[in-house]
């Protein structure tokens, strides 16, 4: 009885945090994922007490002190400026798209996909405009780009934060062995659109921009990048990666000069609390042993061999991974590891497939959302206008990041 209640909560919560809109019903991902946690409390499933105890602090924390840092980056003016110097200096489509591919992934993998979306969007939509583009390969672009570069670090987008927690991988050895899967996917992702797109991607210069240069604050952001720099040092050192972003967050509020809860109006409090709740969610269900079971079923067919159940699992990962998304997925998938052949190995699979699974589908990020929601109005991106890039790019980017992994696991681990 306990196992079927948790398990009907878990797909009532599923349903409520992956539809956009159900009928009479305005409950959003974050209200969805903690009604689901009271759900669990209430039916009998766990305990107050179990609830507080599944939450996993450390990865709160973690993204606490991260939205702290690029709160104040947004502050001081770091991402428009440099979406403005990239529009500025592209010259011509292909070398804008080419550009932006790599700077928006590079840049996801240090200040977290979602941002990099969320502050290049509109400035990219005002200048393919007034340069007499179509505004939606580069928008696909921008989004596909930004899941895919997250993957290179522990911090890069939020499955990664889980995994960097669950796992033990030191930041430094994953960003040695995740940066080839990452270019070699941005590669792949910007030779797909400039394909899928190549009328409206043409080697021309631009007619000319009419963008305003953006407004900075100099002093602000070198202490900003002082403290950023530090913040990723004390990452490759090997120190805990929740305390070094939660003394980078608190230091730079100490040096900024400036009232803090204008940082702390930037920090998505909701995205926390959707954690907190997926937390409780998630144990709940793992209680009850289905998850296991489910591990049993699909076990015999990962075989013996590590390469095998490495891109079996990949694959796997990518449809489950779209099925109840990607931070769920990894939360009920962090008690397989150890099970398989090469436990290390397969953390690197399921970062990389659970994270190249939110470029499937439009809905199958939050960065895609971003994207689609910051132009419907100017730009709408329809679904098959996205599918006919995610699709390839998915498939190819985990191939890809497959045979690279293979080649690790022959030659480094």
Known sequence: MIAFKALAIFILTYILISAQRIPRIKLDRPAGALLGAVLMILSGVMTLEEAYQSIDFNTITLLLGMMILIAYLRMAGFFRFLSYWLL???KNPLNLLISLVFLSGILSALFVNDTICIMFTPLLLTATLDARLNPVPFLIALATSANIGSVMTLTGNPQNMLIGVFSGWPYGKFVLYMIPVGLVSLLINALVVAWIFRKEIRREAFEGLNLAPP???????RKTLLVVALVLAGFLAGFKLPLVALVGGIAIILLANKPAALAFERVDGV???FFCGLFVVVEGLNKTGLVEILYEKVQPLFGTSAAWQMTLFSFFSVLLSNV??????????????NKFIDPELMWLALAMSSTFAGNLTIVGSVANMIVLELSKNAAPIGFWDYFKVGF??????TLAGVLILILYSRYLF
């Open 392 to 397: 390839p790019v998915t498939l190819l980017s």
């Open 88 to 90: 500025v200096y592209a």
């Open 215 to 221: 407004r900075i604050s100099p002093r602000l952001l």
């Open 324 to 337: 109840v998304s990607n931070v769920p997925f990894v939360m009920l998938a962090k008690g397989w590891m």
């Open 271 to 273: 995205l926390l609390l």
